[in-house]
């Protein structure tokens, strides 16, 4: 703080204690509703643009009493992750983005209490760069999930590496999907959750903790998809529910239930890269039997995972031809600092920034103004690879008709279900540079590590073959 310009006019009361009482800035409440402001005209006006209407929910700012914030927080500090419980919560400024319950059904208002069961999926990015300024090639065959498994688990953020790769979840192909789901019930790590009745029942509370007991997750689940009771318990039950589970998530995610507008990215980007990745284990056990794996199906271009891999398909140039435009646009504003606001860094998130997203050029004619758009598209790519979707569903009754909701089978019971968003906060401009030096450090501990492992098991598979090699000299 500068002594010489402090105002007391820009404070006021907060409120206090036995000991303590507590003024706050006034410029800092202003900042942080203006914050959430932004998150909600952001979901507004680009991401249900892309997205569609029913499936983002944006939310409007409130104004909580200061008293109900502090008791609210000191009461859930102890159900908190304990790798969350570093990061302050905000008490200060009583303002706070009011959401609807994505756990629940979004369709329609229930008129009887029927239980609901919500699977929350961080799918992560779905396709392999193609771009031309990617200096290791490696990137071109392996996806970034995959290559990132393998840091994270030597830095202790997990146990082991999961199995789940997105590309065989964005394939459409119902195969690969089926594998994608199971992996990621095999080892959730943050990419699932599964909700009943608005409480977590399976995933992952915090690193330390997995939740990951198939057997259990059958028991919460079987009155769901076999509500007669007819399966016995056991291996067989568990192995027949965990299926049933797959097959209707799979079967939401390729509907086409959202009746809003038509993503605009429709006809974007295009998909681009190989429709494999090398690591995948499916791709990998299928090779091992000499099989091609099954190229992607497509998706239905109605379906949210259809969708959301077109805005994350705004990362035209992968994050290494992105940084230098990135650092073009920071040389500007060095020199002309007042234009950050028009060059709506920080939003306004309107009308006008959406339709510069929409141009999908990647020549680059020198200018400050072709790597803002860039940049900008690489914040909503970002935020399009890092949100989770919400699938609630609820048994339908037997004489419910199916014309009022979007309605999915499975063997023994029908759901009425609903589809959501979440997660879709701009990711920040300072961001950049973080994604920049991460990038390169994932793939060069892939490359020291896993990929060296790879060819020094090739070189000596050559060499023995080289050992038994007959050399045969015509007579």
């Not at 016995?232 to 097959?247: D, F, M, W, Y």
């Not at 950050?340 to 860094?345: D, G, M, N, P, Y």
């Not at 004489?399 to 701009?426: G, I, K, N, T, Y």
Request: proline share 5%; aromatic share 8%.
């Amino acid at each position: 703080m500068d002594e010489g310009k402090m105002d007391e006019n820009e404070w006021r009361y907060h409120g206090e204690g036995n000991k303590s009482l507590v003024v706050a800035h006034a410029q800092t409440s202003e900042e942080i509703f203006q914050h959430l402001q932004n998150i909600v005209d952001f979901g507004k006006n680009v991401m249900k643009e892309f997205l569609g209407e029913n499936y983002v929910h944006c939310g409007e700012v409130v104004q909580l009493p200061l008293d109900f914030v502090k008791q609210l927080c000191l009461k859930i500090q102890c159900e908190r992750p304990e790798s969350r419980c570093d990061k302050d919560l905000d008490t200060l400024s009583g303002y706070a983005l009011c959401l609807p319950n994505l756990a629940r059904l979004q369709t329609y208002q229930f008129a009887e209490r029927r239980p609901i069961l919500c699977v929350e999926i961080k799918p992560k990015c779905g396709f392999i760069p193609s771009s031309s300024d990617v200096t290791h090639e490696l990137k071109h065959r392996v996806c970034r999930y995959c290559m990132h498994q393998h840091l994270k688990v030597a830095t202790g953020k997990w146990k082991q590496i999961s199995k789940y790769c997105p590309l065989d979840l964005y394939s459409g192909n119902k195969q690969r999907m089926y594998f994608a789901l199971k992996s990621l019930l095999q080892e959730a790590q943050n990419n699932l959750k599964i909700f009943k009745n608005g409480e977590l029942i399976y995933g992952c509370k915090d690193a330390r903790s997995p939740m990951a007991d198939w057997s259990e997750l059958a028991h919460h689940l079987k009155p769901f998809f076999f509500p007669s009771n007819g399966l016995a318990s056991g291996p067989h039950c568990t192995r027949a529910v965990i299926r049933e589970l797959v097959r209707v998530i799979t079967r939401v995610l390729l509907s086409g239930s959202d009746k809003g507008r038509a993503g605009a990215l429709r006809s974007g980007p295009g998909l681009r890269g190989p429709p494999v990745c090398e690591a995948s284990p499916f791709s990998r056990s299928l090779r091992c039997q000499g099989k091609n794996t099954p190229e992607r199906s497509g998706l239905p271009k109605g379906c949210l995972l259809y969708k959301t891999l077109q805005v994350q398909m705004l990362d035209l140039l992968d994050i290494e031809g992105l940084y230098p435009l990135y650092r073009r646009v920071e040389r500007y504003l060095e020199e002309f600092p007042e234009e950050r606001k028009t060059l709506q860094i920080d939003g306004p998130y309107d009308e006008a920034f959406y339709q510069r997203l929409l141009d999908l050029s990647t020549e680059d004619d020198g200018t400050v103004a072709f790597a803002l758009t860039k940049v900008q598209q690489y914040r909503v790519a970002m935020t399009a690879k890092d949100c989770s979707i919400m699938i609630a569903l609820s048994p339908c009754l037997q004489d419910a008709s199916s014309d009022q909701r979007p309605v999915v089978p499975s063997s023994r019971s029908r759901f009425a279900f609903s589809v959501s968003v979440l997660d879709l906060d701009l990711k920040p401009y300072e961001s950049i540079p973080h994604q920049y030096k991460l990038d390169s450090k994932i793939v060069n501990y892939y490359l020291k590590t896993v990929h060296a492992k790879d060819a020094t098991v090739m070189s000596t598979r050559f060499k023995e073959s080289e050992d038994c090699t007959l050399v045969l000299h015509k007579v």
